[in-house]
């Protein structure tokens, strides 16, 4: 097994290291970028007074509009000669965000998605068939190093060219198959669509992230492809894909906590919640040389649980991001994030899997969900009594009120990369 050592370290290793590398971490910081260093001198605060890991909660938050603001070079931390590698990821605002990497950094996330693999139960001899986006986007490049660090052949099929990506997994015999989750969707009803059966494929397991997923749409893309769909987050700042991978257990992804300092806080106030307390998650990585990232605030929401798993890993886990504190609607009132009204319509037989929620107003009460029929039930059953249906349960399990538009089976584009569900149409004020 790849880093087994990493994989399976106790607790108290864990701690100790963790304390022994953001001390080191926080002085390079503080050395060497210029941002860090004011924060830390406006409160008065050195390096030398972390001394234990409670005292984190002293160093100032680090945000994304900290990166933008330092646009194009971001906070770099070591002469620009230093860089090796630079990826960007591409903003609301229209400035991207860019991260960069030295040789150790890349090295670094290489051995940690060569780890995800591992655990996520992929072996050397698998073949792996990589459709994530290569390029500026960090899932491509990221589980391409990751895979050639454990050994494993890979073939970089990249997004696009649906057609050519069945027939690599049919005539290359791929076994693991590494896309976001609606590419996953989506290369399930291309299947259909070129007539292969995917008992004639050898695909055994999936590495789907990159976007927030439900449980229900794991249990559809586990039986459709009939593999293990493993659930697998990052982000570009924090290196890219990498930080957390589920292990065989499916229940919680573990992060990577000697690499990454994991904080649960409140959005509002700012402050460390307990243990179990869902919260937006705080990352402080602790070997980047780079980019040092301190307590970098995510926008994710999600619960830390730091039970060891049955799995026998002691790193803490993300139970499933339900999304992002900016993806939240409020409708009439009620808080939902566009992944729990999935959760709901997966779960109704009649539908696909596409869905889109459009907002049409500044006034949120009436949602607008148009979600596709699925296609052996088009045309034969009454779209009215099923729009009533998805209603009513939209209603009784969400309390949400919402307009349903039933659509044909195809209508609602397909993303070859993460999925867009929300439709704003609101004039922007
Ligand atoms: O999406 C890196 C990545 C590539 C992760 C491939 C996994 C696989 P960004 O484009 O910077 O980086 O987007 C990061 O995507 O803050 C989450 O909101 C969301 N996200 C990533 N993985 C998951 C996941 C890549 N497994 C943002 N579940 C993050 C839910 C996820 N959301």
New binding site residues.
């Given amino acids: 097994m790849f880093q087994e050592k990493e994989q399976f370290m106790a607790k108290d290793e864990i701690r100790a290291l963790q304390l022994e590398k953001i001390q080191k971490q926080i002085k390079h910081a503080y050395d060497n970028v210029e941002l860090y260093r004011k924060k830390f001198d406006k409160i008065g605060l050195k390096p030398e007074d972390i001394k234990t890991l409670e005292d984190i909660a002293k160093v100032p938050f680090t945000v994304k509009d900290d990166l933008r603001d330092h646009y194009p070079y971001g906070i770099l931390a070591v002469p620009l000669e230093n860089v090796h590698r630079l990826h960007a990821?591409s903003g609301t605002t229209g400035i991207p965000t860019v991260v960069s990497y030295t040789e150790n950094d890349l090295n670094t996330w290489s051995n940690l998605m060569a780890r995800c693999y591992s655990c996520a139960g992929v072996t050397p001899e698998d073949i792996v068939q990589n459709a994530?986006g290569y390029g500026l986007?960090?899932?491509g490049l990221?589980?391409h190093m990751g895979a050639e660090r454990l050994g494993t052949m890979v073939i970089p099929t990249a997004t696009g060219n649906t057609k050519r990506q069945i027939r690599m997994m049919k005539d290359m015999k791929s076994s693991v198959i590494c896309c976001?989750p609606s590419y996953a969707l989506y290369l399930i009803e291309a299947l259909k669509e070129e007539g292969v059966d995917p008992s004639e494929l050898s695909i055994k397991i999936g590495m789907?992230?990159?976007?927030?997923?439900s449980d229900e749409t794991r249990k559809h893309i586990e039986k459709a492809l009939g593999i293990k769909a493993q659930?697998?987050?990052?982000?570009?700042?924090l290196y890219?894909?990498g930080v957390a991978v589920e292990c065989p257990e499916q229940n919680g992804?573990h992060i990577w906590s000697d690499e990454f300092y994991v904080e649960t806080i409140d959005t509002d106030t700012g402050e460390v919640l307990p243990p179990g307390e869902k919260g937006e998650i705080v990352f402080t990585m602790l070997s980047r040389e780079a980019m040092p990232l301190l307590r970098y605030r995510?926008?994710?929401l999600a619960v830390i649980n730091w039970e060891k798993c049955t799995c026998g890993r002691s790193h803490p886990r993300i139970m499933?991001?339900k999304g992002?504190s900016d993806d939240m609607l409020i409708v009439g009132g009620v808080n939902v994030f566009p992944s729990q009204i999935e959760d709901i319509l997966v779960g109704i037989e009649e539908l696909g899997e596409q869905f889109q929620i459009v907002l049409e107003t500044t006034k949120l009460d009436n949602l607008h969900v148009q979600v596709e029929v699925a296609p052996q039930f088009w045309g034969k059953l009454d779209l009215k009594e099923l729009a009533q249906k998805v209603s009513t349960q939209l209603q009784e399990s969400l309390t949400l009120r919402a307009r349903i538009e039933l659509l044909e089976p195809g209508t609602i584009p397909r993303t070859q990369g993460?999925a867009k569900r929300v439709i704003d149409n609101r004039k922007k004020i």
Avoid at 231 to 237: A, I, N, P, Q, R
Wanted: hydrophobic fraction near 30%; charge should be neutral.
């Fill in positions: 990821s994530y986007f960090t899932g990221g589980f976001t789907f992230g990159a976007e927030p997923w659930d697998l987050y990052g982000m570009s700042e890219g894909p992804l995510t926008k994710d499933r991001i992002r993460k």
